[in-house]
């Protein structure tokens, strides 16, 4: 087999995770109309394509500003605008009507490809679409009519909820019709956090020109939480609209909003099913938080681990030897209690490290939580040029085992870590390859 074959097949092994994670999951896609005029565009569709191949259920709501604006420049017609919306008066809205069934129809033939050799061969997608949004006028605001210009009123949640259940993509426009039957368009943040709301959708994902967003000083904010958002300065006013509606999400109930970059023809898949992520990613204050130890966490980790220091499940580790050895400690947060905590002690010279410690809080089994503070471990362990990493076990040998580690012998341990070794405890010794 070929490097780039085996380079294909851990790349394949290491998403797998994600590719569990993420089945079932319902995600709402926000695609501004801009990516209809760049290059990513069918790459883009073709990797929502695979998201639905891959058991996700998929909402996306396109946008089509910038149709509308050449359909107007060509029709010489001028719009303005006030309070950064277009005011879409009668001839306007023809434009937009234009534009969006356009846009919509395009969408739905690059979802129908199926081609042989091309990455969309085999698949057989339903998209729908429909009367899905309720709008209503935004109406006079500081004497100023906006006209067809109108905000989300509701969202059918069953009508949407029904499609994906039988697996069709959901595909919005950025148009809604009112119970008086009139056309309005709408803001495409505002139907995406919405409906992302509305029907329960575990991710927000936003399309941007950039990377993702980034501060002051330029630097791209990987991740952050609902409440860190208002303590950013964001001066690109696009980034700071993107960044309100990521907020607006999960203060309704989205657990995470992501945004990723449509320039990057990796950046959807590598947001979704890699450790680092591409974008930024803005999660709901009680979301777990994944992080590194510090001193004042030892209180917590004692409370976390004493119990099954009893049970002989862990070593005990005096308060002293956690105070000088916290660095090493990885820990999953919510709500400031300390849910779960690893270790990683690495034998350098050995270029392998030992995973200990590793507990779930017993109120939050069931959540691989373990699981999670592992691969990041092991993928600390990379970083720090180690190709293996090894734990000594008595009773949780058969999780080690469905984590990939392999039943090993004490020879196989660094020597200091033999010359430690207690003969009492008679733990089992497991390896596993990074
Ligand atoms: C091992 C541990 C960290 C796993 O945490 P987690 O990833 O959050 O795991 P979950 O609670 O989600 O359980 C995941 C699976 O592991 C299984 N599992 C948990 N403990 C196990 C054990 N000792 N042996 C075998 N399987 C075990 C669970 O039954 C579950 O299986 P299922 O998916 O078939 O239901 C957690 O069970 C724990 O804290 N155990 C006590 C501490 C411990 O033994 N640490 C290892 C010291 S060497």
């Not at 697996?167 to 119970?179: A, D, Q």
Request: glycine share 8%; hydrophobic share 40%.
């Amino acid at each position: 087999m070929t490097t780039s074959g085996r380079a294909e097949i851990r790349w394949l092994r290491s998403a797998a995770p994600y590719i569990n994670a993420h089945r079932g999951k319902t995600f709402v896609l926000m695609l501004g109309g801009e990516i209809a005029q760049h290059e990513n565009f069918a790459v883009i569709f073709h990797d929502i394509a695979l998201l639905n191949s891959l058991g996700v259920r998929l909402v996306l709501i396109h946008g089509s500003r910038p149709q509308i604006a050449q359909r107007l420049e060509r029709a010489g017609l001028t719009t303005s605008f006030h309070h950064g919306m277009r005011i879409t008066d009668t001839a306007t809205l023809e434009h937009a009507k234009d534009a969006a069934g356009s846009l919509k129809t395009q969408i739905e033939a690059l979802l129908s490809m199926g081609l042989p050799n091309s990455p969309m061969q085999g698949s057989r997608i339903r998209v729908c679409s429909g009367n899905f949004v309720t709008a209503r006028p935004i109406g006079v605001l500081d004497g100023v009519d906006f006209h067809h210009t109108g905000k989300v009123r509701r969202i059918d949640v069953a009508g949407i909820r029904r499609q994906l259940e039988e697996g069709s993509i959901v595909l919005l426009s950025p148009l809604g019709y009112s119970p008086t039957g009139e056309i309005f368009s709408l803001g495409l943040e505002d139907i995406a956090v919405q409906c992302a709301s509305a029907i329960g959708a575990d991710k927000l994902i936003m399309f941007s020109e950039s990377e993702g967003i980034c501060d002051a000083a330029g630097t791209l904010i990987r991740q952050c939480t609902v409440g860190e958002v208002g303590r950013l300065e964001i001066p690109d006013p696009d980034h700071a609209a993107l960044l309100h509606a990521a907020r607006s999400a999960c203060l309704a109930g989205v657990a995470r909003s992501h945004i990723v970059s449509y320039n990057n023809h990796c950046a959807l898949l590598e947001e979704l099913f890699t450790h680092d992520g591409s974008g930024t990613l803005v999660a709901s204050d009680n979301y777990e938080q994944a992080r590194e130890a510090n001193i004042d966490d030892v209180g917590g980790i004692l409370e976390l681990i004493e119990p099954l220091e009893q049970q002989g499940v862990l070593v005990k580790r005096s308060r002293e030897l956690l105070e000088t050895e916290i660095r090493l400690f990885r820990l999953l947060e919510r709500d400031h209690r300390i849910i779960a905590c690893a270790a990683l002690y690495p034998f350098a010279e050995e270029r392998c490290g030992e995973i200990a410690c590793i507990v779930s809080h017993p109120d939050y089994r069931g959540g691989r939580r373990g699981q999670r503070l592992l691969r990041e471990l092991e993928q600390e362990a990379r970083r720090q040029g180690l190709d293996r990493v090894f734990v000594l076990t008595t009773q949780t040998a058969h999780w080690f085992i469905e984590q990939g580690f392999v039943e090993s012998s004490r020879d196989a341990l660094p020597g200091r870590k033999q010359s430690l070794y207690n003969l009492q405890r008679n733990s089992k010794v497991f390896f596993k390859t990074l």
